[in-house]
């Protein structure tokens, strides 16, 4: 069942595990693959606003849905498989609800780990991939988001730790956001980390997902990421200190048919500090031939 609710151009579709709301834009009759964005931890799809506006403006529909990681405003059903995995498996249960077909799959930080786990689950429905700078392997997540996560993994940790994130000065620190992005909205980032802050139920969502999150997982997923046969595109800031270029060429390395575009001077949020060069990419793969049955065989 879809619905509009409050926010402008947010809608929202009740699955399986809860109600998910997300963004569109671009037109609803475009001749374009779809475009489906996955952000990362603690951060909800208004991530990706600038490159959908400039997306749509090329023709393409887009949709940057709020996975339950922290910066979501519904809780997830008791039960719920919170694993990166089990939000591989919600981030499917979407696309297949909204009957999306061969789409352009688009992920950056923890965003890019589940779309490893997306495609290593089931990726008939994917034609394309892109990621940005992201976790692969055993950096999942690499230093120092290692020692944040560890910080807030535990409902009480995380709500006594994500306390002084509500200055702006802590929060766009190196010790905070600053160290992902050149570019940051103090009202985007503060509503990024209020859901967490203020909610019981989704710091326990949150904390879930950390605690399913295991390094040895996502490097067995990546042993597998050469089965995937359409293209990919590796759209890599060589800026970042922690998601590093030579991470970035070694994920387009495990991939059959990828390439890497590197973005001078953008760290690891490329949709805020390049989102016109994502855009292209993104768009330049519209396109691009892919396998018929989405088996990679």
């Given at each position: ?36 964005f996955v952000h990362p931890f603690l951060m909800d799809g208004s ?16 949709y940057a849905p709020d996975w339950p990681l922290g910066a979501h ?119 990024w980390i209020e859901p967490s802050l203020s909610d019981e139920a ?96």
């Amino acid at each position: 069942m879809l619905h509009i609710i409050g926010r402008r151009n947010v809608t929202s579709i009740e699955l399986p595990h809860g109600v998910v709301s997300y963004r569109v834009a671009g037109p609803a009759d475009s001749a374009a693959p779809p475009v489906l964005f996955v952000h990362p931890f603690l951060m909800d799809g208004s991530l990706w606003s600038s490159v959908a506006d400039l997306l749509a403006a090329q023709g393409v529909r887009s949709y940057a849905p709020d996975w339950p990681l922290g910066a979501h405003r519904i809780p997830v059903k008791p039960g719920t498989d919170q694993s990166p995995r089990g939000v591989a498996r919600q981030i499917i249960a979407f696309i297949e609800a909204l009957d999306l077909r061969d789409v352009t799959l688009v992920g950056g930080d923890t965003g890019g780990a589940l779309c490893q786990f997306l495609l290593d689950t089931d990726p008939s429905r994917i034609g394309r991939v892109v990621l940005t700078n992201c976790d692969a392997f055993d950096k999942f997540p690499p230093f120092p988001f290692s020692v944040i996560f560890h910080l807030l993994k535990g409902e009480t940790r995380m709500k006594v730790n994500l306390q002084p994130m509500r200055w702006r000065a802590i929060r766009h620190s190196p010790l905070g956001l600053g160290l992902l992005a050149n570019r940051l909205d103090p009202a985007q980032t503060r509503s990024w980390i209020e859901p967490s802050l203020s909610d019981e139920a989704i710091r326990r969502d949150a904390v879930a997902f950390l605690k399913g999150a295991k390094r040895k997982d996502l490097l067995d997923v990546s042993t597998r990421l050469s089965r995937f046969a359409g293209p990919v595109t590796i759209v890599w800031g060589t800026a970042d200190r922690a998601f590093t270029p030579a991470l970035g060429r070694r994920l387009q390395r495990a991939f059959k048919n990828a390439d890497f575009v590197e973005v001078p001077n953008a760290k690891t949020l490329v949709s805020l500090d390049a989102p016109g060069q994502l855009a292209d990419a993104i768009a330049s793969m519209a396109h691009s031939p892919t396998r018929s049955d989405g088996s990679g065989s």
